[in-house]
Nanobody, 126 residues
Framework: QVQLAESGGGSVQSGGSLRLSCAAS????????MGWFRQAPGKEREGVAA???????MYADSVKGRFTISQDNAKSTLDLQMNSLKPEDTAVYYC????????????????????WGQGTQVTVSS
C-alpha cells in the first residue's frame, strides 16, 4: 500500500509559478511510475505529467514547455514545477502511483493508477 500526500497548491496570478510536491509513504523506486493529474470543476480527471524509474517522462500537450516533473527516490518525493501558469490550469491536482509495469502510452491515463493522494487546489487568476 502506497500512501501519497500532496502539498504546495495555492492561488497565483496568470504567468506566475507554483511547485507541487508529493510525499510517498514508501520508497518511490518501488513504484513503476508516478504522475500528476488534475481535475477542473465539471471536467474529467486528466493526466498532466508522469515519470518512471528509468527516467522516462511524458507531458500533456497543454503543459509542455511550462511544467516539469521530477522524482527524488532518496526522499521519496515527486515534484511538479509549474511555470507560466494560465487560468485554464486551475484545478485540483492529484499525485498518483502505480507499482506494476504499464505501456508508456498509458502513462497519462488515470485508470492505470491505483494509488492516489487527496489532491491540492491550484487557482490561477487572470
Amino acid at each position: 500500500q502506497v500512501q501519497l500526500a500532496e502539498s504546495g497548491g495555492g492561488s497565483v496570478q496568470s504567468g506566475g509559478s507554483l511547485r507541487l510536491s508529493c510525499a510517498a509513504s514508501e520508497e518511490t523506486h518501488r513504484t513503476y511510475c508516478m504522475g500528476w493529474f488534475r481535475q477542473a470543476p465539471g471536467k474529467e480527471r486528466e493526466g498532466v505529467a508522469a515519470t518512471n524509474n528509468y527516467g522516462f517522462t511524458m507531458y500533456a500537450d497543454s503543459v509542455k514547455g511550462r511544467f516539469t516533473i521530477s522524482q527524488d527516490n532518496a526522499k521519496s518525493t515527486l515534484d511538479l514545477q509549474m511555470n507560466s501558469l494560465k487560468p485554464e490550469d486551475t484545478a485540483v491536482y492529484y499525485c498518483a502511483a502505480r507499482q506494476s509495469r504499464v505501456l508508456t502510452s498509458r502513462f497519462l491515463v488515470p485508470a492505470e493508477y491505483n494509488y492516489w493522494g487527496q489532491g491540492t487546489q491550484v487557482t490561477v487568476s487572470s
